[in-house]
């Protein structure tokens, strides 16, 4: 029976316990049973420590759910803010009341904001969670190493990495390089000098002979832009990745070159007879060139300093996501489609390796999105001091494809937006937008088409099709107000599909050209897959 002090003892708590241990009886008996008052001890011990267990998964599991909803809330509190600011000299009280929830419409006149912020990676990389998934996919890599290492170890007896898909893509490298430096010089100077002959205030026949003299340099520049690239790449055959170096720098400088004069040039001209005008200055046009935005501001919010080991970091980090590419693609796609164009075809091979392809696929699309829209303008904007860092957000929990189509990639959504749906409906009429959205799918497609086409060195409208007629279908089909988790299964899982698709026909068609090539080079062989009909 357990003593009455013990008793009182234990419904006293704390308080209790220590007037025990000042009246002598919080010790033990030497030799014999068990104080009472350790068991105590001991089971609050145990309780603290769940409790603690318990509140860091309350604290991790509300971050978790808060983060993303409080990062697009303020982001839109502070376009919204800027938007709504009265013009200069103008009263606070104009602002109408609704004025807010106006701002939330999309209207002729807004512009993209820019505002000092991070990548939403580097916010999430601050969770440990998030930071375990992170290292699951470096062991990955380190996985497919080791195979490799073991596999020539059996068939060679030796252990060596080869890099013979690697060193393949990227050959004639320095002529990629030596061929962008025409297309960056065009860049740097057309433009701007054509718009400097139109801001000049003098006669206007002399000033129409200067806008007419732009406009012919306006015009060889964007010849040289779209014939160099094309010319070299088929004269020289370059391989896919210097291929990809071209074509990407092609369409970002041209991008960059109609942004500079669309931006531009308005101003200009308007204030051409005033005291006031002026062009942009050349400093903030070639920052422009190298910034990691395609919509052209005179100023751009700043970061105080470089962080050197924060730019090391994302460039290592988008040369290992090239690795990683040419181990998934030599490990999971060259052994199942390098020999397929030899058999017969079938509907079950096909079937069998688009289910294969899906895997491959979705690990190239989310090394191409951590490689470039986060590690690669990452770096360029730390090195520039560049303070926007919203090259995407949060797409990965998108439930509609419209949404995932304005969160994927932000950069190139931002220069479509305002360039393309905007002046569309500028075009067209306020109430065209039906249209100016058919507009910005179109060329989006055609662009996309033409990149693969240039990389990969044939047409094949794979991604035509799925990105101009699927994708369209499923942009209206799957809208915002969709907004269960089993809608945002269904985006993943046709997301699967869909890499799959265009890894495993595309792959068909690479080695079919390579296994059954023409007898003779005619317009109808170029552009008729030649997989179909390929069964050596």
Same mark, same amino acid.
């Given at each position: 029976m357990e003593p009455r002090a013990a008793r009182s003892r234990k419904g006293e708590g704390? !308080?209790?316990?220590?007037?025990? +241990? @000042?009246?002598?009886?919080?010790?033990?008996?030497?030799?014999?049973? $068990?104080?009472?008052l350790g068991n105590i001890e001991k089971d609050r011990g145990l309780d603290l420590v769940q409790w603690t267990r318990h509140m860091e998964a309350v604290k991790t599991q509300l971050l978790e759910q808060a983060q993303g909803q409080l990062i697009e809330l303020l982001d839109r509190a502070v376009q919204e803010a800027i938007q709504c600011y009265p013009p200069q000299g103008g009263p606070l009280s104009s602002i109408p009341p609704d004025s807010l929830s106006k701002a939330r419409e999309p209207s002729l006149g807004?512009?993209?904001?820019? /505002? /000092? @912020?991070?990548?939403?990676?580097? $916010?999430?990389?601050?969770?440990?969670?998030?930071?375990?998934?992170?290292?699951?996919?470096?062991?990955?890599?380190? =996985? &497919?190493? /080791?195979?490799?290492?073991?596999?020539?170890?059996?068939?060679?007896?030796?252990?060596?990495?080869? %890099?013979?898909?690697? /060193?393949?893509? %990227?050959?004639?490298?320095?002529?990629?390089?030596?061929?962008? =430096?025409?297309?960056?010089?065009?860049?740097?100077?057309?433009?701007?000098?054509?718009? +400097?002959?139109?801001? !000049?205030?003098?006669?206007?026949?002399?000033w129409m002979l200067g806008v007419g003299l732009g406009c012919m340099m306006l015009a060889v520049h964007t010849t040289v832009l779209w014939v160099l690239p094309v010319h070299v790449a088929l004269k020289y055959q370059l391989p896919p990745a210097s291929r990809c170096i071209l074509v990407f720098e092609q369409v970002r400088l041209l991008m960059k070159s109609y942004s500079f004069l669309r931006e531009a040039v308005p101003g200009t001209?308007?204030?051409?007879?005033?005291?006031?005008?002026?062009?942009?200055?050349?400093?903030?046009?070639?920052?422009?060139? &190298?910034?990691?935005?395609?919509?052209?501001?005179?100023?751009?919010? @700043?970061?105080?300093? =470089? !962080?050197?080991?924060y730019v090391a970091k994302n460039f290592a980090q988008a040369l290992g996501c090239v690795l990683y590419a040419c181990f998934i693609l030599g490990r999971l796609c060259v052994p199942v489609f390098a020999n397929m164009s030899r058999e017969p075809f079938s509907t079950r091979a096909l079937v069998l390796s688009i289910m294969h392809a899906t895997l491959p696929g979705i690990f190239m699309l989310l090394l191409i999105f951590f490689a470039f829209l986060h590690c690669?303008?990452? #770096?360029?904007?730390?090195?520039?001091?560049?303070?926007?860092?919203?090259?995407?957000?949060?797409?990965?929990?998108?439930?509609?494809?419209?949404?995932?189509y304005r969160t994927w990639n932000v950069v190139v959504h931002d220069w479509l937006y305002s360039y393309v749906y905007q002046d569309g409906l500028w075009l067209l009429g306020g109430r #065209? !937008?039906?249209?100016?959205?058919?507009?910005?799918?179109? =060329?989006?497609?055609?662009?996309? $088409?033409?990149? %693969?086409?240039?990389?990969?060195? %044939?047409?094949?409208?794979?991604?035509?099709?799925?990105?101009?007629?699927?994708?369209?279908?499923l942009n209206f089909m799957m809208h915002d107000r969709h907004t269960g988790?089993?809608?945002?299964?269904?985006?993943?899982?046709?997301?699967?599909?869909?890499q799959g698709i265009q890894v495993s026909l595309y792959c068909q068609e690479w080695y079919a050209r390579r296994h059954c090539p023409l007898p003779q080079t005619t317009f109808w062989g170029l552009v008729t897959p030649r997989s179909w009909s390929c069964h050596t």
């Open positions: 704390p !308080r209790g316990e220590q007037e025990h +241990r @000042r009246s002598g009886g919080g010790e033990a008996p030497s030799g014999g049973a $068990e104080c009472p807004k512009r993209k904001i820019f /505002i /000092i @912020r991070k990548s939403l990676l580097d $916010e999430l990389m601050e969770v440990q969670h998030f930071r375990t998934i992170y290292h699951m996919f470096i062991a990955g890599l380190c =996985v &497919f190493i /080791i195979s490799t290492l073991a596999i020539d170890f059996i068939d060679e007896g030796r252990l060596m990495l080869e %890099f013979d898909l690697l /060193i393949f893509s %990227f050959g004639q490298l320095p002529l990629a390089l030596m061929t962008w =430096v025409p297309m960056f010089l065009s860049t740097l100077l057309v433009p701007y000098q054509a718009l +400097r002959l139109w801001a !000049r205030s003098r006669a206007r026949g002399a001209l308007c204030a051409r007879g005033g005291e006031g005008m002026r062009a942009p200055s050349f400093s903030s046009y070639l920052y422009f060139l &190298f910034c990691p935005t395609l919509i052209y501001r005179e100023t751009y919010p @700043r970061t105080p300093n =470089v !962080r050197w080991n690669w303008l990452n #770096a360029f904007a730390e090195m520039l001091r560049f303070g926007d860092r919203m090259f995407y957000r949060d797409w990965w929990n998108s439930t509609s494809f419209s949404n995932y #065209a !937008r039906g249209a100016a959205m058919l507009g910005v799918f179109l =060329v989006s497609a055609v662009v996309h $088409e033409y990149i %693969f086409c240039f990389v990969l060195g %044939f047409f094949y409208p794979v991604m035509l099709m799925l990105f101009l007629v699927f994708g369209g279908l988790p089993a809608w945002n299964v269904l985006m993943w899982t046709l997301l699967f599909l869909g």
